[in-house]
């Protein structure tokens, strides 16, 4: 058994690893290139917030499911990763527009948050 944890260690560290050079990459990219940044996809998202398949297939569901309440769009998010608070998740619905997925209820979405700000 002991063999098993150290080997699921090792893993675990190689994938932390791999989540970090991923992000210090975008973060280079964003530097190098900021107006080309200034579209985020939501493949760079994903990156960027450590999203699972099951996170975007929930958000996903969010985004398709939308009814025009913030507060439980919010609320619904945080129950899916705690990362997805209001900003956060703004950000990854644009993201989902900006790479041409759900343009018609993300962008509904984005004018239901500005026309309330």
Same mark, same amino acid.
């Given at each position: 058994m002991q063999k098993v944890d150290k080997k699921y260690q090792e893993l675990s560290d190689e994938i932390e690893k791999?989540?970090?050079?991923?992000?210090? &990459? $975008? #973060? &280079? &990219?964003? $530097? &190098? +290139? @900021? @107006?080309?940044? @200034?579209?985020? #996809?939501? +493949? @760079?998202?994903?990156?960027?917030?450590?999203l699972s398949k099951n996170d975007l297939r929930k958000i996903k569901t969010l985004i398709l499911n939308y009814d025009g309440n913030n507060f439980s769009l919010e609320q619904n998010a945080l $129950?899916?990763?705690?990362?997805l608070k209001k900003d956060n998740l703004i950000f990854i619905i644009k993201s989902f527009v900006n790479a041409d997925m759900f343009i018609k209820q993300g962008n509904a979405i984005i004018k239901n948050y500005e026309s309330k700000e």
């Open positions: 791999i989540k970090f050079h991923n992000r210090s &990459l $975008l #973060t &280079l &990219l964003g $530097l &190098l +290139y @900021e @107006e080309g940044m @200034e579209k985020t #996809t939501i +493949y @760079e998202a994903v990156v960027l917030f450590d $129950l899916i990763n705690p990362i």
